[in-house]
């Protein structure tokens, strides 16, 4: 693995597939609070599928943080990547990467403490994936030398969709009084 250009490859297609698993995410927990749907069935997949995917995300995210440590060309180590704000190539797009790392790492051991903390503590934590994810998509829309290229933006662009339509979708359940306001 010590072709720059699979390290490269392997590095942005894992960042870019972590980022839209972590929209699913995103998404499926906005659109799952309220309400119960009328399939029970349904409601399991969405929880089970909400659930997992932080967990395959992450496996990606640790590939894509491999192969940019391993990339000669990146100039990252390992305490970059865990202390935000610390690289000395584009500290602060970086610094977003690794914010957004951190913060996943504690939404998802949090989440699979969930039953040994109490509800209040786990629901403050879990707010955090609202800050996670612009983290993640600025870190990958601006950080890379194809930054600029038509598919990179055309992944945010559908990411950025994705998460207004469920947004969207749920402060219409709100306004029509069939989810309730908190988030759970």
Request: charge should be positive; glycine fraction near 8%; charged fraction near 10%.
């Amino acid at each position: 693995m010590n072709d720059p250009r699979l390290l490269w490859w392997v590095d942005r297609s894992t960042g870019l597939v972590s980022l839209a698993l972590l929209t699913v995410v995103l998404a499926l927990g906005i659109l799952s609070v309220g309400r119960p749907p009328r399939l029970p069935v349904w409601r399991a997949v969405v929880q089970a599928v909400h659930r997992e995917l932080p967990l395959v995300a992450l496996l990606l995210l640790a590939v894509h943080i491999g192969t940019a440590i391993a990339d000669p060309h990146v100039g990252l180590a390992l305490k970059h990547v865990v202390v935000p704000f610390t690289a000395t190539w584009e500290p602060f797009w970086v610094g977003l990467g690794a914010l957004a790392v951190d913060l996943v790492v504690v939404l998802v051991v949090t989440s699979l403490l969930r039953g040994r903390l109490a509800p209040q503590v786990w629901h403050a934590v879990h707010v955090l994936a609202y800050a996670v994810w612009p983290l993640a998509v600025g870190h990958a829309l601006a950080l890379g030398t194809d930054a600029g290229v038509g598919v990179i933006r055309w992944v945010g662009a559908v990411c950025l969709a994705v998460v207004l339509l469920a947004l969207g979708r749920r402060l219409a359940l709100v306004g029509s009084g069939a989810a309730p306001v908190r988030v759970r």
